[in-house]
């Protein structure tokens, strides 16, 4: 078995679209974006076979320090079998040696592994685990960095995952029915739907939320980026919602005078009607000032083996009125069953669902809805070289970045 350090484009891809650990952030075109996206540089290494087939492969995403010293992340890495405790010494052992070799003072990994089953409270329950693994990679010399419950680390350590090998009917029977409910409400707007890529409007709408959650929103740079390199392996794919406001304004007159004049003629079902008219009224009042085709949510999602997760998404106060997001999310989900992917994982939620921080804890509420299991992963962990700088290197760094600001 061999070290390789340098694995090629077409050779890295081949091997992690296959593997049952293939993750999007272990994906080539992660790597590639994370040079402008990121400011990093990306490393891709592994271990070959006397045939020079690989045994295993991991994304490296290598930051220097004004030291002449790196520091590497190993983002949802490695893609290996961890299972396989004797492939996993001798990556181990490699990576040491890489590491002294090249001035690498630790190694970050935070693997997609399930840590635990828990209920909806977060709790431990009976099911499976990996603890196995968890203490296999201590014995390998990996330090453990805790078990956070938010967006303490890299990754969220927590998100939910819908079975996708289900069927429709068993997938909406798990989802609440005020999900269900805001989905099929979402066709009395008439909303328009479609996959094209538009970074400008997606953008827009990623500001409005940010804005209106309280968190810093990511660059046109950025999601430029994040697409042109994802777009080459057609592994990203938007999913829009519009509003039309000339056709809806048209069908709303229609529904008023429809309602008014059954109105007319229906006394048994007067408050059902009088409930309708007043919806459709403040229909018109919503909708009355607009013109044209506008979008009011656009999804992103990334795709990497048998699994699909919505990464971004950007949305505004019609989005919410006419419950689009639901829509977005909804149809990218089915779209992914649709596409033979096995897994649907929402990207993140936190391990306390009573969270005050911030509006985690209703994030947290709506991806609930969904109806997936609730996955607590196994956490980050450091495999150290030079342990002096290891301890140093936080500090070292706020001083570095405070006096470069200055």
């Not at 693997?111 to 009976?126: G, H, L, R, S, V």
């Not at 996959?195 to 430029?224: G, H, V």
């Not at 962990?381 to 600001?405: A, E």
Request: aromatic share 14%; proline share 2%.
């Amino acid at each position: 078995m061999k070290f390789v350090s340098n694995i090629s484009r077409n050779k890295y891809i081949n091997f992690v679209s296959k593997h049952q650990k293939a993750h999007f952030l272990q994906s080539y075109a992660w790597g590639q974006f994370a040079i402008v996206g990121k400011k990093q540089d990306p490393l891709y290494v592994g271990m070959e076979d006397d045939k020079g087939d690989l045994k295993c492969a991991a994304l490296f995403l290598k930051k220097n320090t004004p030291l002449g010293y790196s520091y590497i992340y190993s983002p949802r890495g490695f893609v290996i079998d961890f299972n396989d405790k004797k492939l996993l010494k001798e990556f181990t052992e490699a990576l040491k040696e890489y590491m002294k070799k090249n001035k690498v003072i630790y190694i970050k990994i935070d693997p997609d592994i399930k840590y635990q089953t828990i209920d909806e409270n977060a709790n431990k329950i009976d099911g499976e685990d990996n603890y196995k693994i968890y203490n296999n990679l201590k014995e390998l010399g990996y330090i453990h960095k805790g078990f956070n419950k938010l967006y303490e680390g890299n990754q969220p350590r927590y998100t939910f995952r819908t079975d996708l090998t289900q069927s429709v009917e068993e997938i909406d029977s798990k989802i609440s029915k005020s999900f269900l409910k805001s989905v099929k409400r979402s066709y009395t707007y008439e909303l328009e739907m479609d996959n094209e890529p538009n970074i400008d409007e997606f953008c827009r709408l990623n500001q409005f939320n940010s804005d209106k959650d309280d968190f810093s929103a990511y660059s046109k740079e950025y999601f430029t980026e994040f697409y042109n390199q994802f777009s080459k392996e057609k592994t990203v794919k938007f999913f829009n919602a519009y509003v039309n406001y000339d056709k809806l304004n048209k069908n709303i007159d229609n529904n008023i005078k429809e309602v008014e004049e059954k109105l007319k003629v229906d006394k048994k079902h007067v408050n059902d009607l009088n409930n309708q008219l007043e919806r459709l009224k403040k229909d018109k009042e919503t909708f009355s000032k607009g013109k044209g085709r506008v979008m009011v949510c656009s999804l992103i999602c990334v795709y990497a083996g048998d699994k699909a997760w919505s990464l971004y998404i950007g949305s505004d106060e019609l989005a919410n009125y006419t419950f689009a997001v639901s829509r977005c999310y909804y149809e990218s989900m089915l779209d992914a069953k649709e596409n033979g992917y096995k897994v649907y994982d929402l990207f993140g939620t936190v391990g306390d669902p009573n969270t005050t921080y911030k509006n985690l804890a209703h994030l947290h509420d709506f991806k609930r809805k969904f109806g997936g299991e609730y996955v607590e992963f196994i956490g980050e962990f450091d495999l150290v070289n030079n342990k002096p700088l290891y301890r140093m290197l936080p500090t070292l760094l706020k001083i570095y970045r405070k006096i470069r600001k200055n």
